[in-house]
């Protein structure tokens, strides 16, 4: 049975030490690791991710130019061996053999280290997914601590990767920053990164009255309008995703990968993977939540943009201001129901004040449906943020970008400091409950869901009363009587529908027969 970070229980740790120089010996031991939670009190600052060095039992060598895997000492399990180990060499980096990524299935399990000195983390495959092209992702849950998650994608041969341990004080999160084929390194999540820029509600004109398309009306179908060609409609459930990078973007990405030691020619693969791991969480975040849709990316590519305006949102949401107006155009010719802006600013001025900005529709104005992203903010959820904006979510009430909202009211305990959400407004047709939510967990730390800003852990939940983490409900429900609401889940599970369907879904391939085989029109199936 897999044990809770409450559980008291010691369990038996592979640890793999790296080699701290070309020929030099690395030792691997199996020793006793206390997984017992330290006592919390007051000010004292623990955290789950805390983890022992054990002492050197066994030597063996290691070059650190080949990708890492378990050999072969008397004392290991030969069940344990085949596996692969993702573990952090002398100079920071991870070396892997992106073929044995790519076998993973559901089921196998993988080690991960991020850090130097500590035991890898088991982890075992939950979900594994195909997308588009060799588009694929993997969900990893930990097999030793239940909090503890992460995520591996693949895109254009190369591979990213998200990994959190969740404690007091938010944490920790690390990406996996790919630098080229098989070699990655671990970032931690830098603890100052801007928040949402907020998001824009467009002025569209009159709202229907029966509220946001709904698989359950009838609503939303392309094909509704005479004029335009029927396609897969509400049974549609992935929203198919078109992510544009900027020229600078792209710059800044080839000096970073040439200052690590890789090939700037990898830069527009390395853009995409993290693209690729980015809607994967998106789509983790919708199953986890129990919202029966996806994302997925169907194109990644280059605009040629030098980001000198003051907003990037608008001219890329523009199809007539003669900014990157050809995004419109490749959307319509991949498909694509939403779009991505991939940049290094968020605009001139100010420059970098947030991480992302995206307008809030309800799967009923496919001309909004644009979020921009800023690359340095990636690697974690940050697209399943903006895209909830896209699908008619909201942060949780009282939030604020700008650090300026009502001061925190606490959950008990008090101590945590875990700030509770405002009351949700009323409307005509009953409280506003598309909210994202925080909370306190049995552990006593701090949850956010992906909607709501800090203070927290952020789960890859969007809110849900009916979907508990850590022992504790995810969200509020509309008639709480606390006057709480947050319910992404619900929300999105209307909105969906119609975002999903804005574009009729491309081909993808020729099939062995010569005919072509739709993309995006089988089933997305999460929880078989």
Wanted: hydrophobic letters at 35%; a negative charge; aromatic letters at 6%.
């Amino acid at each position: 049975m897999k044990a809770t970070m409450r559980t008291p229980q010691t369990r038996m740790t592979l640890a793999l030490a790296l080699a701290l120089g070309t020929g030099t010996l690395a030792a691997l031991a199996v020793g006793p690791v206390a997984k017992d939670r330290p006592a919390m009190e007051r000010g004292v600052a623990t955290s789950a991710m805390s983890r022992v060095a054990l002492d050197v039992d066994r030597e063996l060598e290691v070059d650190l130019k080949r990708p890492m895997r378990l050999q072969q000492p008397n004392a290991i399990r030969p069940g344990d061996l085949d596996h692969p180990v993702l573990a952090v060499a002398r100079d920071g980096r991870i070396r892997f053999d992106v073929n044995e990524v790519l076998a993973l299935e559901v089921g196998d399990r993988v080690d991960l280290a991020v850090r130097r000195g500590t035991a890898p983390h088991r982890f075992q495959v939950k979900r594994a997914r195909r997308t588009t092209g060799d588009g694929r992702w993997w969900q990893l849950e930990s097999m030793d601590e239940e909090l503890v998650a992460a995520t591996l994608a693949h895109r254009d041969g190369m591979v990213a990767g998200w990994m959190q341990v969740p404690g007091e004080n938010g944490g920790m999160e690390w990406t996996l920053v790919p630098i080229g084929r098989g070699l990655v390194a671990p970032e931690a999540k830098a603890a100052d990164l801007p928040g949402c820029g907020g998001a824009i509600v467009p002025d569209v004109g009159p709202q229907d009255p029966m509220g946001p398309i709904s698989p359950f009306n009838g609503d939303g179908v392309a094909g509704d309008d005479n004029d335009v060609e029927e396609c897969a409609g509400c049974a549609a459930t992935v929203a198919d995703i078109a992510f544009f990078y900027t020229s600078l973007c792209l710059e800044k990405e080839v000096e970073r990968i040439e200052e690590q030691g890789g090939d700037p020619k990898d830069a527009p693969s390395a853009i995409a993977a993290v693209c690729e791991l980015e809607s994967a969480n998106c789509s983790i975040t919708m199953a986890n939540s129990e919202v029966p849709f996806g994302t997925r990316p169907v194109y990644v590519g280059l605009v040629e943009w030098d980001e000198k305006s003051d907003s990037l949102l608008g001219p890329f949401t523009n199809p007539s201001d003669g900014i990157i107006d050809e995004v419109h155009e490749i959307r319509d010719a991949v498909g694509a129901d939403a779009c991505s802006l991939v940049s290094h600013t968020d605009g001139e001025d100010p420059a970098v004040g947030y991480c992302g900005l995206a307008y809030v529709v309800d799967g009923d104005d496919a001309d909004f449906a644009f979020n921009s992203l800023v690359r340095g903010c990636m690697g974690y959820s940050l697209f399943a943020h903006e895209f909830g904006h896209n699908i008619g979510l909201l942060h949780a009430v009282g939030d604020s970008a700008t650090g300026d909202g009502p001061p925190c009211d606490p959950w008990e305990p008090t101590w945590v400091g875990c700030c509770k959400p405002g009351e949700s407004d009323e409307t005509d047709t009953g409280r506003r409950y598309q909210h994202g939510w925080r909370f306190v967990g049995s552990t006593t730390f701090c949850f956010r869901t992906v909607m709501a800003y800090s203070p927290g852990n952020r789960a890859l939940h969007y809110s849900n009363p009916e979907v508990p983490y850590d022992g504790e409900p995810t969200g509020s429900p509309e008639d709480s009587s606390d006057g709480r609401a947050a319910d992404n889940a619900g929300w999105a599970t209307l909105t969906m529908p119609g975002t999903a369907a804005y574009r009729c879904a491309v081909p993808e391939q020729t099939g062995t027969d010569g005919r072509l085989i739709a993309g995006g029109l089988q089933a997305y199936d999460f929880f078989g």
